[in-house]
C-alpha cells in the first residue's frame, strides 16, 4: 500500500508497512510538474508479464511489488488488487529512476 502526500514541490509516495520488504523501496519523490499523466488502469495490473525484477517481488494473483525492467523502462510496482490500480506516467528526462509508477487505491488521489 502506499500513502500520497506534496511536499515541496514533489508528489511523495510512501510505501506502507511489509511493501517496503517487497518493494525493496520506502519511498519516492516525483516532481509534480514532471507528472504527465494519472489515470486508474487496472487492465495493465491483470496481466502476467509485468518485466524483470530487479529488485521486486512478483507473486502471481497477489502482489507485484518493486522495480520491474520492462519495454526498455524502468517501472516501479505496488499492486495487491488489480482493480485499484493507478498508473502515473512521468518525463523520463526528469526522472531518470522510474518511467511509470504503478500503485492501487485510486481514493488516495483525493489530496
Known amino acids: 500500500m502506499v500513502d500520497l502526500s506534496i511536499s515541496g514541490g514533489n508528489l511523495v509516495l510512501h510505501v506502507r508497512g511489509a511493501d517496503k520488504l517487497w518493494a525493496f523501496k520506502s ?3 516525483i516532481p509534480l510538474a514532471h507528472i504527465n499523466e494519472i489515470r486508474a488502469d487496472p ?3 491483470h496481466g502476467w508479464w ?3 525484477r530487479m529488485p ?6 497477489v502482489l507485484t511489488a518493486g522495480t ?4 526498455g523502462k524502468r517501472v516501479f510496482w505496488d499492486v495487491h488488487n488489480p482493480e ?4 502515473l506516467r512521468v518525463d523520463s528526462a526528469a526522472c531518470r529512476q522510474y518511467r511509470e509508477r504503478f500503485f492501487p487505491s485510486p ?3 483525493a489530496f
Open 56 to 61: 521486486g517481488t512478483k507473486i502471481p494473483g
Open 43 to 45: 487492465a495493465i495490473a
Open 68 to 71: 520491474f525492467y520492462q519495454d
Open 84 to 87: 485499484n490500480t493507478v498508473v
Open 107 to 109: 481514493e488516495t488521489l
Open 27 to 29: 519511498s519516492l519523490e
Open 50 to 52: 509485468h518485466g524483470l
